[in-house]
């Protein structure tokens, strides 16, 4: 079974940055989506950012200030996170799907925002 590992997450004043790598334990092949959730303490997962069939998404609340971008099959997304706030504090998770419905999500990483 592939595994993802996020990694770059830490804690950052607001208005840092900050940028998420996804790593697979192997390739990858035939990629669907990529996307990126985050869950803040007592808050449901929520999207962060998606891209699929080469349409990129993001949650109103990071729009302008995050972005997404597609890998390889190894290393799938990543999220480039600027001007970060408070309200962004949460752990954050990596998701691929393949084109055959496959899922894989990672353990998540900490992102912590505050002076």
């Known amino acids: 079974q592939v595994q993802l590992v996020e990694s770059g997450g830490g804690s950052v004043q607001p208005g840092g940055s900050l940028r998420l790598s996804c790593a697979a334990s192997?390739?990858?092949?035939?990629?669907?989506?990529v996307d990126w959730y985050r869950q803040a303490p007592g808050k449901e997962r929520e999207l962060v950012a998606r891209?699929?069939?080469?349409?990129?998404n993001y949650a109103d609340s990071v729009k302008g200030r995050f972005t997404i971008s597609r890998g390889d099959a190894k290393n799938p997304v990543y999220l480039q996170m600027n001007s970060l706030k408070p309200e962004d504090t949460a752990v954050y998770f990596c998701?691929?799907?393949?084109?055959?419905?496959?899922?894989?999500w990672g353990q998540g990483t900490q992102v912590t925002v505050s002076s």
């Open positions: 998701h691929v799907r393949s084109i055959t419905t496959i899922d894989y």
């Open positions: 891209i699929r069939s080469g349409s990129t």
């Open positions: 192997r390739s990858i092949f035939g990629i669907n989506t």
